[in-house]
């Protein structure tokens, strides 16, 4: 078992506290306990015991994997780890190394944008909705534009017609005024000329009396002025 410097700053623990020692001492850091590490599963041959790691990518001689523990750093840390196999000239397997890698920065980061990514499709969600309340907005509102430009063209039309009718109750009211007027000297004139009529049909009756009652100069005199009479109406 190596155990660098990098692995005793990741850790805190020192290699002479690990160096030397078996039973799975070196999983301890990362787990809390003792249990085989990626390392260990290059020369496993039980696959069912593979099957319980999980998040295990196998790629011929190559494993890799990323997991969190919370006994490393304050809060805890997320790992990337890798194994493979180490072999000689011959192409013989002499070993195997295991390297750990702090990615909590890049994995916080990933975090961050996804949450970042979740917020922008949730503003997206929301600006979507908005953007269909406002085009059903502006329907309603286009619609209701065209009613009202209809309500004021009917108005315009009973206003129109109210012109049309006020100014035939003005006409009627001056043709009966002027009927009335014209009525008025009329009516005076109907009484005039009945009551003139009248007189002359009793000095018509009348008159064959009057002028036998009349002596010969009475009746040159009622014949003079007579004529008077008639040359002035001419």
Do not use: C
Not at 20 to 37: H, L, Q, T, V
């Amino acid at each position: 078992v190596a155990w660098n410097m990098a692995m005793e700053k990741l850790t805190g623990i020192m290699a002479n506290d690990i160096i030397g020692k078996g039973d799975y001492e070196y999983s301890i850091p990362f787990y809390g306990r003792r249990k085989k590490i990626l390392i260990d599963l290059l020369f496993e041959t039980d696959e069912r015991l593979k099957q319980n790691y999980k998040n295990v990518i196998y790629d011929d001689e190559m494993l890799s994997t990323e997991l969190f523990t919370e006994r490393l750093g304050k809060e805890g840390i997320y790992l990337h780890s890798t194994a493979s196999s180490i072999r000689d000239n011959e192409n013989n397997i002499i070993g195997g190394i295991e390297i750990f890698r702090d990615i909590t920065a890049r994995f916080n980061a990933e975090k961050k944008i996804e949450e970042q990514q979740k917020e922008v499709i949730a503003i997206n969600t929301e600006l979507r909705q908005t953007m269909e309340e406002l085009t059903t907005q502006r329907d309603m509102l286009e619609e209701k534009t065209m009613m009202l430009a209809e309500t004021l063209d009917q108005l315009e039309k009973s206003q129109h017609k109210l012109v049309e009718s006020a100014k035939m109750i003005a006409l009627g009211q001056l043709i009966a005024g002027v009927a009335h007027e014209v009525n008025t000297p009329l009516g005076a004139i109907r009484s005039s000329v009945s009551n003139i009529t009248e007189t002359l049909e009793n000095v018509l009756t009348n008159l064959p009396d009057f002028f036998r009652i009349l002596d010969t100069d009475d009746k040159l005199n009622f014949y003079m002025l007579l004529n008077r009479s008639i040359k002035a109406k001419i």
